[in-house]
C-alpha cells in the first residue's frame, strides 16, 4: 500500500505513556510492583513504521485475583452486604455519581479508543455518547421496573410483594473491538441490580479503563467494582473453579465461554449472559434496490474494518444481479479511505491485531487456490497494519472464509438461484444471531421473514445488521449468544423474580401496613421512584 503517513495532531499525540501502577480490589486503588505487560498500538508516530508504546499494566497473579473474589464475595455477603439491599433508590444514586464522573474523562478515553484499537474519531466519540446514553437509560428502565413493582398483588388468599432482586457475584469480561461500550452493557446493569462485580478488561482497549478506576471506586461501596489486569487464563481460571461466581458475563468467543463454564464445578448455579461470535449473511434478492443494498452491505460488511460480531460476513446474492452487484460494490469499496482514525472521513483504519493481516491474507490465498477472484482493484494490498478489504467470488463452501468468522476486512460474496440455498447453510451453520434481507416483493419476503426468524432472532429489511438500538433485544441463536442484552432485557438478565407473601388475614395485614407506614424495609416498598 501507499505510504499514507500524516502528521499527527498535537491533540491526538502520545506525549508519554501511560503506565497503570493501580488495580480496585474491596474500594482500594492498590499499587502494584510486580510483572507488568507492554501496550502497543499498531499505528505509528514515524514516518518509518513502528509501533507505539501506550503503556503498561500490571499482570495480576492467582492470589490477586483470588483477592478479587473474596472482596466481592464478602460484598455481597450472601444477600446480606450493603450494596445488595439497598434501597433502589440510592443504588441510582451511585450509578448517577459514577456517569457524571465519567462524563469528564471523555477525551481520554475517545483517545485511547482511537491508539488502542484503532477505531476512527467519529466511532470512538459515538462510542463513548451511547455508553454515557446507556447508563441513563438503565437508569430510567430500573426505575420503571422498580414502579410496576411498588404494590401487592392478590391472588388465592395470599398477597405477594413481588420484586427482581439480584443474584451474586458476576465474573465481568468484555471484547475488544467495544471495549467500553459492550463491556459496560454487561457491567451496569449487572451493577445496578444490586450484583457485585469482578471485571477483567480486555487484552485490547485495556488501558482506556484506567481513566475511570477513581469514578468506580468513589460512587460506589467497597468490594462491589473490583477491576483486575491480566491474562484471561491466569485470573478467570481460578474464579470460576472457585464455585464463588454465580453469573459469567462475557463477550467474546464461544471457545472462552465454553472454557470458563466447564471449570465451574456446579454448573446447574452459574447463570451465563454470554455476547458470542457470529456468521451474520445478507441476501439480495433480484428485485433490491441495488444502490440501497451495495450501501448497506459496504456499512455492513465494513464499519470498524468488519471487526463486529454483527458485520456482515458473507453475502448471499442471486445469480440475475451478481453481476452487476458485484461491480458496483467492489467500485464503492476500493473509495473507501484508509488513514489513521482522527483523519478526516477516514472508513478504513489500522488493524489492532499485530497478526490480523496475515491471518486475513491466507483466508484470501485459500479462496483464490480454490476459484475465487478478487474483484477490487485494491483488494489484498496489505502494509504492516493493514490489510485493505477483499471482495472474493465466487466463493464456495470448501473454502476457510464462508465457515470461518474472519473478524475483518475481507469480504466473501456467494451466489445463489435458488433461495433454498442460503435458508440451508444458515440453517447449517453453527450461529444464528442476524441476517440482512434485501427486496421489496411481499409475497416473495413473507415466507422468507416468516423462516428467518427461526433461523436468527432478528431479520434487518433492507439495511444491514447492527446492535441498536439498545431498547431492542439483542441475542442469537446457537454458539451467537445465551440470554438478552437490550436496556430492559439486560436487568433482567443480571436478576431474579423475589418476593415476599403473606396469607390475607388481620394479623398479617397489620404487619404489612405497619412495615409500610414505617418504612423499616428496603424491600418492602410501594414508594413511586421519580
Request: overall charge negative.
Amino acid at each position: 500500500m501507499k505510504d499514507t503517513f500524516v502528521e499527527i495532531p498535537e491533540e491526538f499525540q502520545i506525549k508519554s505513556p501511560l503506565h497503570q501502577t493501580t488495580y480496585l480490589v474491596n474500594g482500594e486503588l492498590r499499587h502494584w510492583n510486580g510483572e507488568t505487560a507492554q501496550v502497543y498500538s499498531t499505528i505509528s508516530s514515524t514516518k518509518e513504521y513502528k509501533k507505539t508504546l501506550l503503556g503498561t499494566v500490571p499482570q495480576l497473579g492467582e492470589e490477586e485475583a483470588m483477592d478479587a473474589l473474596n472482596a466481592a464475595t464478602s460484598a455481597y455477603d450472601n444477600g446480606k452486604g450493603l450494596w445488595a439491599t439497598m434501597k433502589v433508590a440510592d443504588r441510582i444514586a451511585c450509578m448517577e455519581t459514577f456517569v457524571e464522573q465519567m462524563k469528564t474523562k471523555r477525551e481520554e478515553v475517545v483517545k485511547l479508543l482511537m491508539w488502542e484499537i484503532g477505531k476512527n474519531l467519529p466511532d470512538s466519540e459515538k462510542e463513548f455518547d451511547r455508553t454515557v446514553d446507556y447508563i441513563y437509560d438503565t437508569i430510567e428502565a430500573y426505575k420503571d421496573i422498580d414502579r410496576n413493582s411498588a404494590k401487592f398483588e392478590k391472588n388465592s388468599g395470599v398477597y405477594a410483594h413481588i420484586r427482581r432482586g439480584p443474584i451474586g457475584v458476576v465474573l465481568c469480561l468484555g471484547p475488544y473491538n467495544y471495549p467500553l461500550n459492550e463491556t459496560f452493557t454487561l457491567l451496569i446493569p449487572a451493577l445496578i441490580m444490586g450484583n457485585t462485580v469482578i471485571f477483567k478488561p480486555a487484552k485490547l482497549g485495556v488501558l482506556l479503563i484506567s481513566p475511570l478506576l477513581e469514578a468506580f471506586q468513589s460512587s460506589f461501596p467497597e468490594g462491589v467494582v473490583n477491576v483486575v489486569y491480566g491474562r484471561g487464563r491466569v485470573l478467570a481460571s481460578p474464579i470460576m473453579s472457585s464455585g464463588k461466581v454465580d453469573v459469567l458475563a462475557l463477550i467474546g468467543n464461544s471457545k472462552s465461554a465454553n472454557a470458563l463454564q466447564s471449570q465451574h464445578p456446579k454448573g446447574n448455579r452459574l447463570r451465563m449472559v454470554l455476547g458470542l461470535e457470529a456468521k451474520n449473511p445478507a441476501i439480495v434478492l433480484p428485485d433490491a434496490d441495488l444502490d440501497l443494498a451495495v450501501e448497506e452491505c459496504i456499512a455492513g460488511t465494513l464499519s470498524f474494518n468488519g471487526q463486529r460480531c454483527t458485520a456482515l460476513k458473507v453475502l448471499y446474492v442471486h445469480e440475475s444481479i451478481v453481476e452487476e452487484f458485484n461491480r458496483r460494490f467492489a467500485y464503492e469499496v476500493d473509495k473507501l479511505k484508509y488513514g489513521n482514525p482522527w483523519e478526516p472521513g477516514v472508513k478504513l483504519t489500522p488493524l489492532p491485531e499485530e497478526d490480523k493481516p496475515s491471518y486475513i491474507k491466507e483466508l484470501i490465498d485459500d479462496a483464490l487456490k480454490k476459484g475465487a477472484n478478487i474483484l477490487n482493484k485494491n483488494g489484498g494490498e496489505t502494509s504492516e497494519n493493514f490489510i485493505f478489504p477483499a471482495v472474493l467470488y465466487p466463493v464456495s463452501k470448501d473454502m476457510r472464509l464462508f465457515n470461518e468468522e474472519q473478524f475483518g476486512p475481507v469480504i466473501p460474496v456467494v451466489p445463489f438461484s435458488d433461495i433454498e440455498e442460503p435458508l440451508d447453510d444458515m440453517a447449517a451453520s453453527n450461529y444464528g444471531q442476524q441476517v440482512s434481507l434485501f427486496g421489496k416483493n411481499v409475497n416473495t419476503l413473507s415466507p422468507l421473514i416468516d423462516t428467518l426468524v427461526n433461523l436468527v432472532c432478528r431479520v434487518n429489511l433492507n439495511s444491514s445488521c447492527q446492535r441498536g438500538p439498545d431498547v431492542y433485544p439483542f441475542t442469537g441463536r446457537k454458539d451467537s449468544a445465551f440470554s438478552t442484552l437490550s436496556v430492559h432485557d439486560a436487568l433482567r438478565s443480571f436478576s431474579i423474580r423475589t418476593f415476599v407473601a403473606s396469607k390475607d388475614n388481620e394479623y398479617n395485614n397489620a404487619i404489612l401496613e405497619e412495615l409500610l407506614d414505617k418504612k423499616t424495609s428496603n424491600f418492602i416498598s410501594t414508594d413511586y421512584i421519580l
